[in-house]
């Protein structure tokens, strides 16, 4: 009995992503400063990105805005142009139904499902005022770190940055108790009806001209063409592109038709990868 | 979604906690149910003990241990007035209305953003992260990232493609001539390498960009913009071996230039740099004009590449400027001088096997060859949002001389051929928006072309068909071809959100003059050989057109659709042979793509042409002109005309997560033509003279290829295969045969990364191709396997090593096989205290001096030994300008 309730309970849900996965309007951004010491061998040489959470009633998606303004500078001088929708690394998040998607591009876009997880917050009674918006403090155990949140409840979204979220207010900040990865509020933006009509910030050519905008920031929708994977699936690809780029994608390149080249050239030395700094503090550890 | 279905979930919800106590209740707007709505309960000193959200039907439920007095619930949502109300004593269900509000929340504006610094998008690449210690030129580091190939020629490839452009710091410096770059720029003045996926130099066709091209730019480090860079390479080596090399090169942004001066005898052909690799305009392959009419014979060994065979002595200066008059114009120049002074020693021994008899002849020659070239490019490019402005002018000047030894049949001779070409090309391409939709655009091409080319040869070979059988001293054969050419068209483009359609006008012109002569020294009288070795044809070629293209494009499919009309008029005119043609037709030749995702992961791919095509001056010359000292090569027919079909169908599928990828396809081709060359072939001579006959040929083939990689064993598998089948007509010593052959081609590669020091790269192919004629008992086979192995070491006391192994088998029946394995190996150190690497490279460790290859076609087998450059140790050192 139980199972079978189970079944429909499960198939229920499924039917409820397939309702609420399609576009849902933004009705408002935040934005984070992104901190993080990818090696703990050089803690003064911390990865820093500035990152964008669009925020839609029943979905948010968290995404790098140096990422868009990479791609934006790229059209600017070369007209590149990118799909208007995915194609980026984001983290899709579905509040109602507690679902997690990522999409990664490695070759091709890959859109990798989580597995359902609730983050047990715990309440507390501080207080903080960032940037004027009044803020909670919460804490929790999540993937292997001490997580510390600030969130606003007098903003009404389920979201955070990164794969933070479950508070009852937007996460404005937050940080693991190490401090190694933090996620400070650079700024909150209503985005209205009028300004989601009107290209919002347009871009320029150096003489002042306006071109079509990358990345359309006012819809949150997930991205028709990407590859469905599970975590572990995707985990095991970008192992293995880790492991050996160039294999990686030769054997992509083989099977497409192109040529299977009989390499008689100079011979090049191995592709050994002398990276500076080392990647060596994912956000995600295993809990130990 | 049917209700019941939510009802059942929620009911499993409780049902699982229904340990506590479960608050239930709906909010609502008065009227509609509200989603997404948060709840909050708080306790009495205000602290959040439970929260949820409103669920579809504006249901929400929460669950705590008790009850207290005092707890608030707060409900809030966007759009809506805030609510809150204390929590009732009495277990009941909750009502809730919202009120609508217009209060939206406060924006927080945060004047210190944080600056953009560059992530990891998988489009740019840092070089730094692929660099290796022994890594110089970015063209080494390129190579290393994901989805980059750079082959033997240079050619940079991303995820299998052709790039169309090397830009530098976003300019095109080297005209796409992108070798000396790749090899020069050091990749520590690289900050970033961006790949830019759909590549549209022209700005005004950005908002509507349909461009499939691939292109990479080379974002240089701030210092490296400032600075003069450079390096210098000088080498030595055994036997009497020498390189050396100077590269330049500022990249400011008002000015760029890349120069180098280049000098080897090693085998590295510095011609090669040269190469373009981009795709040629489209006047060039209507200004159809032979390369050469004369040849003193082979110049490349087949089946191995060039840096085993070629012994040279050569000379390169490269220069490339680009000057920046502002954001939308620039001026470039590219120039080149080149020297080659190239040694070729071989035999041969040809076996055509005919119907009544066997044909057999042997050859030797000593050759030496000198190709002079001096090419100069401008090109003034105006971009602008608006409009684009581009006019190229070059000029390219080529000498050749050729000094050949030659012993056939035990018959001794010297053949000298002196060849010049010069040509003076002017394009210019002019196009403006005139509205967001529509464009106009137009093109103009002027070309002025000579080709003059000298062959001496004595003593006088053949005497019974030039001088009545009594020896003579020798022959001499003169070809001059001028050539204009022009080309203008008007185009127009209107584009809508998935449809563009181009619609073209224009008009083609191509003169021509054919003068030949072949002149008999017999003692020491001069004189020609006569009147059927003799052209003065003036040719004429006319063509007005109009074509119209439609191109579609949406998430499924891909289409085009090319329907180009001509009318095409051929004059020429053999005065002193009093023949003359005026031919005029009416040419349609459509061409169709599709491109349908089949899914997320698949697509098929369908191509179709038809076309018909007329031959050129090279088809209709009367006179016989002598090719080399074998050939004697005339016409005696209308004008050729061809029509082909082809049409071909791929599938392509992949399963990523897997990392497996294959394509599958099959192609037809059916070629008819009005001429046919006959040949007449003795053991002293081949005649080819084309003569009316109708003819056809019909193929088709099947390919598959697919690769895996085996995450395990870190290594990537490939397989493939294919299989074509052709027939054809072929007509000698006036027998007409018609042969069936086939060919089928396997092959695997094997990839494997043992660690981050060591990795092996191993491949295989089997070739065989077979024909037969029909009824006929003769015929051709012909198999070959090639099989190479390479080894990389790296960072092993400061050095790395790679080594490479090459086995080839080829195998003719009723013949030996042959076979040969090549070994080469390297070393490269970097010497830190004087910033400098030093290389040791041996080549060719087997010292193998000749080489025997079998070149196969229908009828024929051709032998031949050629002498190859044996062991050779090169110690260069290289140093960087800074």
């Not at chain 2, 001389?401 to 002196?418: E, H």
Request: with cysteine.
């Amino acid at each position: 009995m139980i199972r079978s309730l189970l079944f429909i309970y499960v198939l229920s849900i499924i039917t409820l992503i397939g309702n609420a996965q399609n576009t849902q309007p933004v009705i408002a951004k935040a934005l984070y400063s992104f901190t993080h010491i990818i090696d703990t061998t050089q803690p003064d040489k911390p990865h820093t990105e500035s990152m964008v959470l669009l925020l839609g009633k029943k979905a948010s998606v968290y995404l790098s805005l140096d990422e868009i303004k990479q791609l934006e500078a790229l059209q600017r001088a070369f007209g590149h142009q990118i799909p208007e929708l995915g194609g980026l690394n984001q983290i899709f998040y579905f509040p109602d139904e507690n679902q997690l998607l990522t999409e990664r591009m490695l070759g091709s876009s890959y859109l990798v499902q989580e597995p359902a997880y609730k983050i047990s917050w715990t309440i507390t009674n501080d207080t903080m005022s960032i940037e004027g918006v009044s803020c909670l403090k919460a804490t929790a155990r999540f993937r292997g770190r001490n997580w510390i949140a600030w969130f606003a409840p007098d903003m009404p979204f389920n979201a955070g940055p990164w794969k933070l979220h479950g508070l009852p207010g937007l996460i404005v900040s937050a940080h693991d108790d190490k401090n190694e990865v933090i996620f400070s509020f650079a700024g909150f933006e209503n985005v209205t009806k009028a300004t989601t009509d009107q290209p919002k910030k347009e871009l320029k050519t150096p003489d002042g001209k306006s071109m079509p905008a990358v990345y359309n920031l006012s819809v949150i929708q997930l991205p028709e063409k990407a590859i469905r994977a599970s975590k572990k699936e995707f985990a095991r690809l970008e192992e293995a592109m880790k492991k050996d780029p160039h294999g990686f994608f030769q054997t992509q390149m083989a099977g497409s038709g192109s040529n299977i080249k009989t390499v008689v050239g100079k011979p090049v030395g191995a592709s050994t990868g002398t990276k500076p700094p080392e990647f060596n503090n994912p956000i995600e550890l295993s809990e130990n | 979604m049917p209700k019941w279905i939510l009802l059942i979930s929620l009911l499993t919800t409780v049902y699982i906690t229904a340990a506590q106590q479960v608050w239930e209740g709906k909010i609502t707007d008065g009227q509609i149910s509200l989603e997404s709505v948060s709840v909050v309960l708080k306790d009495s000193a205000g602290k959040i003990i439970a929260f949820t959200r409103s669920n579809n039907d504006g249901v929400f439920t929460f669950t705590i241990p008790v009850a207290h007095p005092g707890f608030k619930l707060e409900f809030s949502s966007i759009g809506y007035k805030k609510k809150t109300m204390a929590l009732p004593s009495q277990f009941q269900k909750l009502d809730i209305t919202l009120e609508e509000d217009a209060v939206r929340l406060k924006d927080v504006i945060l004047t210190d953003r944080p600056s953009i610094k560059t992530s990891g998008d998988t489009s740019t690449y840092n070089p730094a992260d692929f660099a290796d210690k022994q890594d110089r030129s970015i063209g080494d580091v390129l190579k290393k990232m994901p989805g980059i190939s750079v082959d033997d020629a240079g050619k940079i490839e991303y995820n299998g493609k052709s790039i169309s452009s090397l830009y530098i710091d976003g300019d095109n410096v080297l005209d796409n001539q992108y070798n000396i770059g790749t090899q020069a720029i050091p990749h520590t003045a690289v900050d970033r390498v961006q790949v830019i996926e759909k590549d549209q130099p022209i700005k005004m066709l950005r908002k509507n960009n349909r461009s499939e091209n691939v292109a990479l730019n080379l974002v240089l480090k701030k210092e490296a913009r400032i600075k003069l860079m450079g390096d210098a390479t000088i080498g030595a080596g055994v036997p009497e071996k020498y390189n050396a090399e100077i590269n330049t090169m500022l990249f400011r942004k008002q000015l760029k230039f890349l120069n180098a001066l280049k000098t080897n005898n090693i085998g590295q052909n510095l011609q090669t740099e040269l190469t373009r690799h981009d795709f040629f305009g489209m006047s060039s392959s209507q200004n159809h004009k032979p390369d050469a009419f004369l040849s003193a014979g082979s110049s490349t060994v087949p089946g191995l590449p060039l840096r085993r065979t070629l012994f040279n002595n050569a000379a390169l200066a490269n220069l490339n400027n680009l000057f920046k008059l502002n954001d939308d114009y620039q001026v470039k120049i590219n120039a080149a001088i080149y020297f080659d002074f190239q040694r070729m020693d071989y035999s041969k021994s040809t076996v055509i096997y005919l119907p009544d008899k066997t044909i057999r002849y042997k050859e030797t020659q000593t050759n030496q060859y000198r190709p002079q070239m001096i090419q100069t490019k401008i090109d003034f490019t105006g971009n602008a949002e608006k409009y684009y402005l581009k006019n190229s002018l070059s000029i390219h000047s080529a000498q050749g001389r050729t000094n050949s030894k030659l012993n056939t049949n035990d018959q001794a001779a010297n053949q000298n051929l002196k060849n010049e070409t010069t040509e003076f090309l002017n394009e210019l391409s002019f196009s403006k928006t005139l509205s967001s939709k529509n464009n106009i655009a137009f093109a103009s091409t002027l070309s002025k072309t000579s080709l003059s080319e000298n062959l001496y040869l004595n003593p006088g070979i053949n005497p019974d068909i030039f001088n009545h059988g009594s020896p003579y001293a020798g022959l001499a054969q003169h070809v001059k071809l001028p050539t204009f050419f022009s080309h203008e068209q008007l185009s127009f483009t209107h584009g809508n959100k998935n449809l563009f359609q181009t619609y073209a006008i224009g008009h083609v012109y191509q003169k021509q003059l054919l003068t030949s002569e072949l002149m008999k020294q017999d003692g020491n009288i001069q004189e020609p050989a006569g009147i059927d070795f003799r052209n003065n044809l003036s040719w004429n070629f006319t063509k007005w057109f109009f074509s119209s293209m439609y191109e579609y494009k949406s998430q499924k499919a891909d289409a085009s659709l090319k329907l180009p009309l001509s009318r095409n008029t051929y004059r020429y005119d053999d005065e002193k042979l009093n023949k003359y043609v005026n031919n005029a037709f009416i040419v349609f030749n459509p061409q169709f793509f599709l491109k349908y995702q089949t899914g997320i992961e698949h697509n098929l791919t369908l191509n179709y042409a038809h076309s018909l095509s007329a031959g050129n001056i090279e088809n209709i010359y009367y006179g016989s002109i002598l090719r080399n000292y074998r050939s004697l090569i005339a016409n005696d027919a209308p004008l050729s005309q061809q029509t082909s079909d082809m049409a071909s169908l791929t599938f392509n599928f992949k399963k990523a997560i897997q990392m497996i990828f294959f394509n599958l396809g099959t192609s037809f081709g059916n070629v008819s033509s009005n001429t046919i060359s006959s040949y007449i072939i003795t053991d002293e001579q081949e005649k080819r003279i084309a003569i009316p006959l109708f003819n056809q040929s019909k193929s088709w083939s099947a390919f598959g290829s697919a690769s895996k990689y085996f995450f395990d064993l870190s290594s990537t598998g490939s397989v493939k295969a294919s299989f074509s089948s052709n027939n054809m007509d072929q007509l000698q010593n006036e027998v007409l045969l018609k042969f069936k052959g086939y060919n089928i081609s396997l092959s695997s590669g094997f990839k494997t990364k043992f660690s981050k020091k060591f990795n092996t790269d191993y491949d295989i192919r089997y070739n065989i191709s077979r024909y037969r004629s029909a009824g006929e008992k003769i015929g051709t086979s012909f198999s070959q396997v090639q099989q190479q192995l390479m080894l990389y070491l790296s960072s092993l006391a400061g050095m790395d090593f790679n080594a490479t192994v090459q086995h080839l088998f080829s195998h003719q029946p009723g013949q030996k096989p042959v076979n040969y394995v090549f070994a080469d190996a390297g070393v490269r150190y970097n010497w830190k205290k004087m910033k400098a690497d030093v290389l040791l490279d041996i080549r060719n460790i087997g010292n193998i001096r000749t080489f025997e290859t079998i070149t196969q076609s229908s009828n024929s087998y051709i032998t031949g030994i050629y002498q190859i450059p044996g062991r050779m140790v090169v110690v260069s050192v290289r140093f960087l300008i800074r």
